[in-house]
């Protein structure tokens, strides 16, 4: 399967703890976007990557969020002293140029 | 601030009845404008896309969208609906200020047989 690949796919953490997740994107794509989901509700954007370049990031996403991509290929997006409001669906998605994003699976967090 | 709006928040549907669900969205220079559609337990998948030329876009299983500008409207129709195509539709629109996708909160379908 050559799609975004996310891992891990589940990750359960104690409250304040951190957390790493990593996407691998579509190898040619140069966009990368990370989005969390909450049951019931639309992607939320949280942070977009041209090549290894961090260009947006979201006015919710907080001090505790950080996000990298190095060499413009993979990303990772970490999460330190999570919260239990942290607990959701983080999503991956990359795009070549503007065009449609190509979502991964998901890495779905609960913190308890 | 840039906003997208779907109003049937869930819609339930015997076979063979038409589908049509609404997505406003609150830009108005220029942008994409995308449908996205996740069935049970998988990824986000895209349905169709519009980017520019005919408002009247064709996506895959049967799905059509129209781009009314004047209306900042994007709807998403299927003339005859299938048990398979219960999933959560998303609306989707990017070209605003910056490269981010804006979605809607979704609209939960229900086919029944």
């Known amino acids: 399967d050559t799609g975004v690949s996310q891992d891990p796919r589940h990750k359960i953490t104690k409250r304040g703890q951190n957390v790493t997740f990593r996407c691998d994107p579509i190898?040619?794509?140069?966009?990368l976007y990370w989005y969390r989901q909450t049951l019931g509700q639309g992607p939320e954007f949280l942070t977009y990557?041209?090549?290894?370049?961090?260009?947006?990031k979201s006015r919710l996403l907080s001090d505790r969020f950080s996000a990298e991509r190095p060499k413009g290929s993979f990303s990772t997006l970490e999460i330190q002293r999570t919260e239990q409001g942290d607990s959701a669906m983080y999503l991956c998605?990359?795009?070549?140029?503007?065009?449609?994003?190509?979502f991964g699976q998901g890495t779905r967090l609960t913190v308890v | 601030a840039q906003s997208v709006s779907q109003h049937n928040h869930h819609v339930i549907l015997s076979e063979a009845a038409s589908l049509e669900l609404g997505c406003n969205y609150s830009y108005g220079g220029t942008v994409n404008l995308f449908w996205y559609v996740q069935y049970p337990g998988q990824h986000l998948q895209l349905l169709l896309k519009?980017?520019?030329?005919?408002?009247l876009v064709k996506g895959i299983k049967g799905f059509e969208a129209e781009f009314i500008k004047s209306k900042f409207s994007f709807n998403l129709r299927k003339p005859s609906v299938q048990w398979s195509d219960t999933a959560e539709y998303f609306c989707?629109?990017?070209?605003?200020?910056?490269?981010?996708?804006?979605f809607g909160t979704g609209t939960s379908l229900t086919v029944i047989p």
């Open positions: 519009y980017f520019s030329g005919d408002p």
């Open positions: 190898s040619e794509h140069n966009r």
């Open positions: 989707a629109v990017n070209g605003y200020t910056g490269n981010q996708f804006y």
């Open positions: 990557f041209q090549n290894e370049a961090q260009l947006e």
């Open positions: 998605a990359s795009s070549f140029r503007g065009g449609e994003a190509f």
